[in-house]
């Protein structure tokens, strides 16, 4: 009996690692094909507990971005609360909402900028907000896993308010964890693309005028991390339709960079030796005394699919922060024409071309100014 038991239990074992083997081959077999993300509402929550160790505190910086696309009434929007230096080690920690709201007589761009203790924000999930308790600021609620509502007030040459339902369409996914983004080795950052995709419902007014939207395109993600600020720069843009969506994020500095393109129910990575950006056609800004994009190109490939965009600028915002530095981050926010097409490689070896896509989605290119902020 006893060495019965011992081969019954032995054939168990072989079982039980069988099949734990055959469902971690499954999920990895999954994951690798664009399957269910791990992602989870605390991912998009507020990270600096986990930088912070005394050591570069200072150089944090963390916002959360939200955009909308509503052609029938010509809007487009851009949204973002954020934090830089939440325990102001340096002095200049600074807290703030951001709107730029291209409209007919735009693009305005009108933001809130307070004392980092003016920002809050749970380790949960992503339930933030900015001079809670001032005419000026705004927040983030989350209603659940894919809903979350933005309020927000900024004022200036122009007043932007809005209070919108984001409705999440399609998986979550880490663009990069913990990218080293700058020569340092402690110049790291974070990307979640949280809402590659979203239906957005609510009111935007721009000054006295007011935009009430249903189911319009919207996007949301999420950045943090420690770098210098002014020193690493990057290359983004994003798409959303209704086949295809595509999300880039570039760091021409440092070899890292990431591309992903969601089709048929599938996501595509392409990493940075999988891609190349051009820029192919360029303005200048008289008033920070730097050159921009106009037009840029994508194209990458991996053994499977190839990806060819072009990026056309429609609207050109540049973004500084009012801080006190020598030499400022400059961002220059742009809504953009873009045409793309995506092909597969046939198991014969050939390329076929499986879908074309075209409309309006955003990008940004970063660069630096030494002229105080406007």
């Not at 011992?6 to 079982?15: D, F, K, N």
């Not at 791990?38 to 910086?61: C, E, I, K, L, W």
């Not at 950006?277 to 194209?299: E, G, I, M, Q």
């Amino acid at each position: 009996m006893l060495g019965s038991s011992a081969t019954y239990e032995v054939q168990a074992m072989r079982l039980r690692l069988s099949t734990g083997i055959f469902f971690l081959c499954l999920a990895a077999w999954a994951l690798a094909d664009g399957g269910v993300s791990p992602v989870t509402r605390q991912d998009d929550a507020y990270h600096f507990a986990s930088f912070a160790d005394g050591r570069h505190d200072g150089n944090f910086a963390e916002w959360w971005y939200f955009n909308l696309v509503e052609p029938e009434q010509g809007v487009q929007a851009i949204f973002t609360y954020s934090v830089v230096d939440p325990t102001n080690r340096t002095g200049r920690g600074l807290s703030s909402v951001l709107a730029v709201a291209y409209v007919a007589g735009g693009p305005h761009q009108e933001g809130a900028y307070l004392p980092p203790d003016s920002f809050a924000a749970s380790r949960d999930q992503a339930d933030v907000t900015v001079g809670e308790e001032l005419p000026a600021g705004g927040r983030i609620e989350v209603i659940d896993d894919r809903r979350y509502r933005i309020v927000g007030t900024v004022a200036g040459a122009h007043s932007i308010a809005w209070n919108l339902v984001y409705t999440r369409q399609g998986d979550s996914w880490f663009a990069a964890d913990r990218r080293h983004v700058g020569r340092l080795p402690w110049e790291q950052m974070s990307w979640l693309v949280y809402m590659p995709s979203a239906s957005v419902s609510g009111t935007m007014t721009v000054d006295d005028r007011v935009y009430r939207l249903r189911g319009a395109r919207g996007y949301h993600d999420h950045n943090w991390g420690e770098w210098i600020p002014g020193i690493v720069t990057w290359n983004w843009a994003q798409y959303s339709g209704p086949r295809v969506r595509v999300a880039m994020g570039d760091f021409p500095r440092v070899h890292e960079g990431t591309v992903g393109v969601d089709f048929g129910g599938r996501r595509t990575v392409f990493g940075k030796s999988q891609y190349r950006l051009t820029h192919s056609a360029w303005r200048f800004d008289a008033v920070n005394k730097c050159w921009f994009p106009a037009v840029s190109r994508l194209r990458a490939e991996s053994e499977s699919l190839a990806l060819d965009v072009r990026f056309k600028a429609l609207d050109t915002v540049p973004i500084v922060p009012p801080l006190d530095l020598p030499i400022l981050p400059l961002v220059y926010e742009q809504t953009a024409d873009i045409t793309g097409t995506l092909w597969e490689k046939t198991p014969q070896g050939e390329w076929r071309e499986r879908t074309s896509f075209a409309g309006t989605g955003f990008k940004e290119y970063t660069s630096l100014t030494t002229v105080p902020r406007q």
